[in-house]
């Protein structure tokens, strides 16, 4: 299935990003979700694109859920805040 919105996340992954996210004071309408083939993979395995603003991190999609733990070492790392305007 492609991954096209956060919604089309698998039920479990959809949950532990909402979870994430509100850990970390924020929604999931806050962030932009997409998923796309691996261009560096041979075999093609989906990369899931997470957008904050001017901010993306790229994720590889596994069965063990990697990618949400990375997405919250991130999200610890205050990768995707925005800067204050001036």
């Known amino acids: ?3 096209r919105t956060y919604t089309d996340l698998p039920l479990d992954d959809r949950a532990a990003f909402e979870l994430a996210c509100a850990r970390h004071g924020f929604a999931p309408i806050h962030f932009d979700i997409s998923g796309q083939a691996d261009p560096d993979d041979p075999a093609h395995s989906e990369l899931l694109v997470v957008r904050r603003g001017a901010w993306a991190q790229a994720y ?6 990697q990618w949400l733990r990375q997405f919250e070492v991130d999200l610890n790392g205050r990768f ?3 800067a ?3």
């Open 1 to 3: 299935m492609a991954i």
């Open 60 to 65: 590889r999609v596994d069965s063990r859920g």
């Open 80 to 82: 995707f805040r925005l």
């Open 84 to 86: 204050p305007h001036a």
